[in-house]
């Protein structure tokens, strides 16, 4: 009885927290002649012909191309970067490390909106804005990625890598060859996260970009909504084109996303 | 022998990003603050001009009203949902991972995709508004996005809907470490799930929820992209929802844009967002000490 009551309220928060995106799922595959108001979940003339229509709109493929561009940069970016830096906070020594970590630790403490418009400036300044350039910088070697990174590399164990220095191995081919490799669990976590943030941004690209050939998916679908309104089937099958990347990479390393929330890799 | 400027190479393309792209911009922030600074460039120092127009500027006011509204409105529902979802899943049942997972989707989902989603869902011709007239219980649709309360409160059922699973899982892993003995021994004195909620899971969390709080309060008062979306860009009828970023954004972009005022109101954000951090710190470190 008790099991049976649990059952029903997960079913209920299944029902809420999945639900509109079926609804949104099932109104981008209903056909021309069918009433998108009427609450029926299944299409009774399913159609990908929305979606065929959607990139006749706007051109859906460029802005998904322009996004999937702006990911896979930030996620090589901050996997290599927030490495790299990671690794001699953790493991150099040298002078100034305290220092260097500081300014990391401070960049955690500014907020993206803070900066909004003075980071507009600096674009403007190396003539970036509206370009993928100026989407991608920002954002190229998160402060909290480093810091992340900086923990991996301080909780492995230091004796394999006392005994390469013995062997003659320098920075570098530590870095590469022994700690990556024992570190890629983290990195992985960087690098979903990266992928997310960046496939997800609006605010940046909606301030920065302004020609519609460089429009990512996100800024897309905005002026998508702002032109098309009247017809939500095409709303709706360019909501699906955005998101359902990020499920399937979601569904496939779900564990990894549960561990970046518990190191802490979404901002706060 | 490591030569003494190899750890600056690692560092550097970090140290460049971060320095370049965050701490310089909030540095000039802070200067252009005190500045009539425009978008064409310029700018002369003014003191504490910006600051007193700000005080006189009724959108300013609104602007804090709307963003310190969302914040008190979206912290109690955010802190509590999430804990109770995560009691839901705890248990290792069959399947539990497939909910788990369902439940966290919203989060990865971006902004945009959410707001659109919803927008459609609350519509008046949308599917809320038809299964409530279907059930009875209205005649006429709500206006949900084109009231300007009902707007701001559909943004904020948006953000609480978004952010569940995120908590949840937070949650999911401070319940891991509540001590099980405890519990037990509070079965063994006869008490009842709701009493064992309230004398032993609660406390064990508090610091778990209290930093629920502080990010869901600071991520709250940062809003943007839903009541951006929820409106199609206005703000609201006539602006009235348009929340402090989205007042930041519309004041300092575009060809007549107000960079000085802008950067006040972004520094007013700053010391907001920061005093928020702080508080929550405080609280903390006063559970500890007790």
Known sequence: MKRVARYALLLLVLAITIGPFLWQLSTSLKGAGEDVYAPDFVPSQPTFANYAGVAEAVPVWTFALNSLLVAVVNVVANCVGASMAGYALARLEFRGRRLAALVFASGILVPFEVILISLFLVMRSFGLT?????????????????????????????EVEEAAVIDGANAWQRFWRIA???????ILVVALFSFMFSWDDFLWPLVVLSDPDNYTLTIGLAYLQGTFFQNQRLVAAGTIIAVAPLIVLFISLQKHFFRGVGEGAIKG | MTRWYTPWLFLLPGLAVVVTFSLAPFVNMIVLAFTDATALGGGRFT????????????????????????????????????????????????????FRTAFFT??????????LIWTWLLDSQGLVNNVLRALGWISRPVPFLTDEWLLLFSAMLVTVWKGLGYYMIIYLAALGNV?????????????????????????????????????????????????????????????ANTSLVMLIQQTGTGLTGNVGYASALSLVLF?????????????NRREEAL
């Open chain 2, 179 to 239: 001590p099980n003995d405890l519990h037990e021994a509070a079965q063994v004195d006869g008490a009842g799930p709701i009493r064992r909620f309230f004398a032993v899971t609660v406390p064990a969390l508090r610091p778990t929820m209290v930093l629920v709080a502080a990010l869901s309060a600071v991520n709250g008062f940062r809003v943007f992209s839903e009541i951006y979306l929820l409106s199609g860009g206005s703000g609201g009828p006539g602006g």
């Open chain 2, 47 to 98: 003191g504490l001009a910006n600051f007193q127009r700000m005080l006189d500027d009724p959108k300013f006011w609104l602007a804090l009203r709307n963003s310190s509204l969302y914040l008190a409105c979206i912290v109690p529902p955010l802190v509590v949902l999430p804990l109770l979802i995560a009691l839901l899943v705890q248990k290792k049942l069959p399947g539990i991972t497939f």
């Open chain 2, 106 to 115: 919203p989060v990865i989902a971006s902004a945009v995709v959410v707001g």
């Open chain 1, 130 to 158: 509206d370009t993928l350039a100026a989407v991608v910088l920002p954002g190229a070697i998160g402060a909290l990625n480093v810091l992340l990174m900086r923990n991996a590399f301080l909780a492995l164990q230091r």
């Open chain 2, 271 to 283: 010391v907001i967002t920061l005093g928020l951090l702080l508080v929550t710190l405080r609280l």
């Open chain 1, 180 to 186: 990556v490799p024992s570190a890629r669990g983290t």
